[in-house]
């Protein structure tokens, strides 16, 4: 008898970071996947270790989602049951440089999805947020009715931007939609053969740390040492990119056994706990027996104290959980970063 295929989902921004892994978790659970990915932030390379991974060919359109008519092409080419927006552009010191570039690719590709999935019998969307929409939350951890604070960059701006949009357009067009606000994603798949690229020289705190020991990078920076957080440096709920892609399968699930409430639902996508920069570093240090060199130096400007989440809301409704801990992110990591030095990618 052949296997049961639960929908077929195209995932933008698929061979990026989380949209990989998502693939991966998307295919074991039963789906088939297309992906929309321009390669502006990743390698086609990820498409065979997806492939790899998972035993399945994989559809793979090389499109940049703010040309519309290219985008629609693909629309019309395949029948997609939903569709899951990952494509943007993260970094955010690039979008204070570049803000123009932030709001016209990350806007502009959801505005133009979302002309895509109207006129097609897509039953729902699902959308990459970021705890980043709350800016300097007043109270933690953060629930999903904490307010959208004033956004601390460009690129938070394009995400409180984006989950506005997206609410009326399901609320107008009647096509429940999703959005997953994501705290801290870092580790790895088990296999090594997929994990976070960054391009040059990483600002976020996981591949720094994992560049270092690599010999990369010749020492950490911990930015700041004087907040007022347990050993004086800032506190994040890191979350295993595996838990991440699990998420993404049970609001999939959601929306394809049309359980939603609300045409629009949102939430919080962490584990609930608050690690300091210092409580990494040990970690990282502790579960691969790696000795990390690193400075104190002073605050980085923009870095708020601490942010955690109240996951009990996505707990619940998405009947999903974080079960993965700080120690296994960063032996995961620690193997996708020596894996890509050996296949000298
Ligand atoms: P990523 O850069 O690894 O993946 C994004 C992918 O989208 C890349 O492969 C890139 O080539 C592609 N892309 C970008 N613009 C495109 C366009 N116009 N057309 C087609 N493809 C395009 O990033 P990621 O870490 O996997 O993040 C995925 C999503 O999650 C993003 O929306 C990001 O803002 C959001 N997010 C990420 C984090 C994080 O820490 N990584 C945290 C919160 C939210
Ligand atoms: C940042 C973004 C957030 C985005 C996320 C993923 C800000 C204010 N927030 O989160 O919007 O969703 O990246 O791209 O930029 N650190 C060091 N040394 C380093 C790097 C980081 O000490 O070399 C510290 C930072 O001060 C921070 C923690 O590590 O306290 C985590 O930093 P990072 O990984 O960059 O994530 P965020 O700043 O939380």
């Given at each position: 008898m052949g296997k049961i295929v639960k929908g077929r989902i195209l995932v933008t921004g698929g061979l990026g970071y989380i949209g990989s892994h998502t693939c991966?978790?998307?295919?074991?659970?039963?789906?088939?996947?297309s992906i929309i990915d321009n390669l502006v932030?990743?390698?086609?390379?990820?498409?065979?270790?997806?492939?790899?991974?998972?035993?399945?060919?994989?559809?793979?359109?090389?499109?940049?989602?703010?040309?519309?008519?290219?985008?629609?092409?693909?629309?019309?080419?395949?029948?997609?049951?939903?569709?899951?927006?990952?494509?943007?552009?993260?970094?955010?010191?690039?979008?204070?440089?570049?803000?123009?570039?932030?709001f016209k690719n990350?806007?502009?590709?959801?505005?133009?999805?979302?002309?895509?999935?109207?006129?097609?019998?897509?039953?729902?969307?699902?959308?990459?947020?970021?705890?980043?929409?709350?800016?300097?939350?007043?109270?933690?951890?953060?629930?999903?009715?904490s307010p959208f604070k004033k956004a601390e960059s460009p690129y938070a701006e394009t995400k409180q931007i984006c989950e506005?949009?997206?609410?009326?357009?399901?609320?107008?067009?009647?096509?429940?939609?999703?959005?997953?606000?994501?705290?801290?994603?870092?580790?790895?798949?088990?296999?090594?053969?997929?994990?976070?690229?960054?391009?040059?020289?990483?600002?976020?705190?996981?591949?720094?740390?994992?560049?270092?020991?690599?010999?990369?990078?010749?020492?950490?920076?911990?930015?700041?040492?004087?907040?007022?957080?347990?050993?004086?440096?800032?506190v994040r709920d890191y979350i295993h990119v595996v838990d991440l892609a699990e998420a993404h399968v049970s609001a999939v699930d959601r929306l394809m056994n049309e359980e939603t409430n609300e045409s629009y639902e949102f939430f919080n996508i962490g584990t609930g706990k608050g690690y300091s920069v210092l409580e990494v570093i040990k970690s990282f240090e502790r579960v691969n027996k790696v000795q990390l060199p690193y400075d104190i130096v002073g605050r980085r400007q923009g870095d708020i104290e601490s942010i955690y989440s109240d996951n009990k809301f996505s707990k619940q409704t998405l009947n999903w959980r974080a079960s993965r801990d700080l120690d296994q992110m960063m032996k995961s990591a620690w193997i996708w970063e020596k894996k890509l030095k050996e296949s000298g990618s």
């Open positions: 991966v978790e998307l295919i074991r659970s039963g789906y088939e996947v932030n990743s390698e086609r390379f990820i498409l065979d270790r997806i492939e790899k991974i998972t035993g399945e060919k994989i559809d793979f359109y090389e499109i940049d989602i703010t040309d519309l008519t290219q985008t629609m092409i693909c629309f019309n080419d395949k029948k997609f049951d939903l569709v899951i927006h990952f494509a943007a552009l993260k970094s955010v010191n690039e979008s204070i440089k570049f803000p123009d570039r932030y990350n806007v502009g590709s959801v505005e133009n999805i979302l002309k895509c999935i109207k006129s097609e019998d897509v039953k729902g969307f699902v959308f990459s947020s970021s705890c980043t929409v709350y800016g300097q939350p007043d109270i933690l951890p953060v629930t999903e009715s506005k949009i997206i609410k009326e357009f399901a609320i107008i067009n009647k096509k429940p939609s999703i959005s997953l606000r994501y705290f801290n994603p870092v580790g790895a798949h088990d296999s090594g053969l997929i994990g976070e690229l960054p391009r040059g020289v990483p600002d976020n705190l996981v591949p720094f740390i994992t560049q270092t020991a690599i010999g990369k990078r010749e020492k950490l920076k911990v930015f700041g040492d004087d907040y007022s957080t347990k050993d004086g440096t800032p």
